[in-house]
């Protein structure tokens, strides 16, 4: 199998041009390469998490999917799809949150942080907080997994979701893969090397910081009334300026050869003026830009056009997807009835079998115990007291090894009340198939 990256966008805001060197095009730039298979989708059941204006939504939705395509993704080389049409997606969540510890979702960082917030205001520490939010990091799982992504490319901010992923995916794999690896372990891939782009005022180019340059909205017009805006100092034209003195520099480079990059730093140390300076990375932007511009105003102006697209890539996705939902209903027990069941007792053994543990410990005595517990916590086997730790260890090291074959009359534990030898072996054997 090749290498499956998949990227979620959520859909809240409208793409500005630090979007576009940071993420879009560095993304679509890597779905071109050789034996990777891409997974682009449109996050819109997370943008419902923040959002709650039905016009917003659905204007981003269509303004990204706009943006995407006429950067160039190519939707006949990659699966570019919206989340919401993935009902499986959903349906994973479910399956996925019904093994996700609350007390591992209660360490996610967007959501302490809403309680922090609201602690330090006073207010009650879940005081706005959604089912949503809280469980945002359980959907985000189901988005990676389903498709069994390797890798996904995301910032630094999103790395706890991954680990999280990873979490539930390992949990789910072992209490109903049987063996098997129903999902694969995402990795978070971190571009170091893809530029963080500064806005007007030098900061890191962000909405909220109120300092982004439109990349397809307003125009050429509107590019060009964000670049007046850029702050520089007051050197007059024919004084020599440090090209690093403002985030212009930075913004043209994003644009640029090499070469130009070292010619435009020159003319700066030269005496260009601001003004001037100002029309040249105006110029540069544009050589890039305004032909990805006209595809964008077309593809706006004919969003059935995208509609189309977007419900083939749910047709490639979901081709994947439903079969592997499939195994997993099948897995989880929710399936056809068909034949009579596995028996009730047979179940319950393997359930024991598959979360037996041992647990060696020391009672106010001075003695060592050890005692062997299953899923439910329940005592299926119980030592009595040893004066060495290390003869407690031995016995569990034996019976792992040798199963309820250890288990002869000498053995200095009994079988707790109400427990059954064959619930005892399926313990034990669970141990030997490690
Ligand atoms: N949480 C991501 C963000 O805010 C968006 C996202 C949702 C995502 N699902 C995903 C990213 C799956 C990667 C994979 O940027």
Same mark, same amino acid.
């Given at each position: 199998m090749s290498l499956r990256v998949l990227t979620g966008i959520t859909t809240t805001g409208t793409p500005h041009l630090g979007n576009y060197v940071g993420a879009i095009r560095p993304a679509i730039e890597a779905s071109?390469?050789?034996? =990777?298979?891409?997974?682009?989708? /449109?996050?819109?059941?997370?943008?419902l998490i923040k959002c709650d204006d039905p016009a917003r939504i659905e204007r981003s939705r269509l303004q990204i999917a706009a943006t995407w395509l006429a950067a160039g993704l190519?939707?006949?080389?990659?699966?570019?799809?919206?989340?919401?049409?993935?009902?499986?997606? *959903?349906e994973l969540t479910w399956l996925l949150t019904c093994v996700t510890a609350k007390g591992l979702m209660n360490r996610a960082h967007a959501y302490k942080a809403s309680v922090d917030l609201n602690t330090a205001a006073g207010a009650d520490p879940d005081d706005g907080v959604t089912m949503g939010l809280f469980c945002y990091p359980i959907l985000m799982a189901a988005d990676i997994l389903i498709f069994n992504a390797h890798k996904v490319p995301v910032g630094r901010d999103q790395i706890q979701h991954l680990e999280m992923a990873r979490d539930v995916a390992q949990r789910f794999n072992h209490l109903f893969g049987n063996g098997r690896q129903f999902f694969v372990l995402p990795?978070?891939?971190?571009?170091? @090397?893809? @530029?963080? /782009?500064p806005g007007l005022d030098g900061r890191k180019m962000s909405k909220s910081y109120d300092n982004t340059i439109p990349l397809f909205e307003g125009g050429a017009k509107g590019l060009q009334e964000a670049i007046a805006r850029i702050v520089t100092d007051s050197r007059l034209p024919g004084e020599p300026k440090d090209p690093d003195s403002t985030s212009l520099t930075a913004l043209f480079d994003a644009f640029a050869t090499p070469a130009e990059r070292e010619a435009f730093r020159a003319e /700066?140390? +030269?005496?260009?003026?601001?003004?001037?300076a100002k029309q040249r990375l105006l110029k540069q932007i544009e050589r890039e830009i305004a032909p990805l511009r006209e595809r964008y105003e077309a593809l706006i102006a004919d969003p059935a056009k995208i509609e189309t697209i977007l419900q083939e890539g749910?047709?490639?996705?979901?081709?994947?997807? *439903?079969?592997?939902?499939?195994?997993?209903?099948?897995? =989880?027990?929710?399936?056809?009835?068909?034949?009579?069941? =596995?028996? @009730? *007792?047979?179940?319950?053994?393997?359930?024991? @079998?598959?979360?037996a543990l041992f647990k060696q410990y020391r009672e106010s005595d001075g003695?060592?115990?050890?005692?062997? *517990?299953d899923a439910q916590g329940r005592i299926l086997l119980q030592s009595t007291g040893?004066?060495? +730790?290390?003869?407690?260890?031995?016995?569990? +090291?034996?019976?792992?090894?040798? +199963?309820?074959?250890a288990l002869t009359a000498e053995v200095p534990a009994s079988l707790a009340d109400g427990i059954t030898r064959e619930e005892l072996a399926a313990a034990l054997a669970s141990f030997s198939e490690d």
């Open positions: 071109r390469g050789a034996g =990777v298979e891409s997974f682009f989708f /449109l996050a819109d059941y997370h943008a190519d939707p006949a080389r990659v699966v570019f799809y919206r989340q919401s049409d993935i009902p499986e997606i *959903t990795e978070a891939a971190i571009d170091e @090397a893809v @530029a963080m /782009l /700066l140390r +030269g005496g260009l003026g601001w003004g001037e749910a047709r490639k996705a979901r081709a994947l997807a *439903t079969p592997l939902l499939a195994e997993l209903r099948q897995a =989880v027990g929710l399936r056809p009835m068909l034949a009579p069941p =596995v028996a @009730a *007792t047979q179940a319950k053994e393997k359930s024991a @079998a598959q979360h003695r060592f115990y050890f005692k062997l *517990t040893f004066e060495q +730790g290390r003869e407690a260890g031995q016995w569990v +090291g034996r019976l792992k090894q040798e +199963g309820l074959s």
